[in-house]
């Protein structure tokens, strides 16, 4: 069974980074899309962008282009999410997806969730 | 891309039948039909309830449908059921890897 394995919890402070990690199983993290989500606090979701490990090509969201960067290390099985000075607004769950197949993946449709990183901004 | 329309809440009483709409433009929804359905409920991660407009995952309830007609696409929930209660995203394909959501329908069953 696939499974998406993200980092744990993070408090920060304004202008601070911040990355976090999600791991997958091996097989799945080399042949599909792997994306980032964004939950606000009482907010819907907002799709941030998506990369392949395979060539680790990377397509974001307009919202999100250039204040987010997402990366791989397919060595490890792992995606990353970057955030750079972070503001208070950045406070959001995030998760990362996967789809769990070629049917899912030729849907863009994303039917493996991480838990999700909770990011908190506060001084 | 602007993110697609939803009503803000629906309700239902067990047993009846519930619609969600989702409207985009002809940029996204009108332009595929790679539509999802994601239900969400409160402190978890969501659930894929229909892909490519109108298909199910295995394991969800046939209760679940979903159709789309030009820049619209629904949710139909039939037999509605306390457990159904949750939040509900519209998600649709925007070209280059782009997906856009909707902003959520809290479903309330009465």
């Known amino acids: 069974e696939v499974q998406l394995v993200q980092s744990g919890a993070e408090v920060k402070k304004p202008g601070e980074s911040l990355k976090i990690s999600c791991k997958g199983s091996?097989?799945?993290?080399?042949?599909?899309?792997i994306g980032w989500v964004r939950q606000m606090p009482g907010k819907g979701l907002e799709w941030m962008g998506v990369?392949?490990?395979?060539?680790?090509?990377?397509k974001y969201s307009p919202s999100f282009q250039g204040q987010v960067t997402i990366s791989v290390d397919k060595s490890i099985s792992t995606a990353y999410l970057q955030l750079n000075t972070l503001k208070a607004s950045d406070s959001a769950m995030y998760f990362c997806?996967?789809?769990?197949?070629?049917?899912?993946?030729?849907?863009?449709?994303?039917?493996?969730w991480g838990q999700g990183t909770m990011v908190t901004v506060s001084s | 891309q602007s993110a697609l329309t939803q009503p803000a809440s629906v309700s239902g009483s067990p047993g009846q039948s519930i619609t969600i709409s989702c409207t985009g433009t002809s940029s996204d929804i009108g332009s595929y039909n790679l539509v999802s359905w994601y239900q969400q409920h409160p402190g978890k991660a969501p659930q894929l309830m229909i892909y490519?407009?109108?298909e199910r995952p295995s394991g969800v309830s046939s209760r679940f449908s979903g159709s789309r007609s030009g820049n619209t696409a629904s949710l139909t929930i039939s037999g509605l059921q306390a457990g159904d209660e949750a939040d509900y995203y519209c998600c649709s394909y925007a070209g280059n890897q782009i997906l856009v959501f909707g902003g959520g329908t809290k479903l309330t069953v009465l």
């Open positions: 091996a097989q799945t993290f080399t042949t599909y899309w």
């Open positions: 990369i392949y490990p395979g060539d680790s090509d990377t």
């Open positions: 490519e407009d109108s």
């Open positions: 997806v996967i789809p769990s197949g070629g049917t899912y993946y030729a849907a863009m449709a994303f039917d493996i």
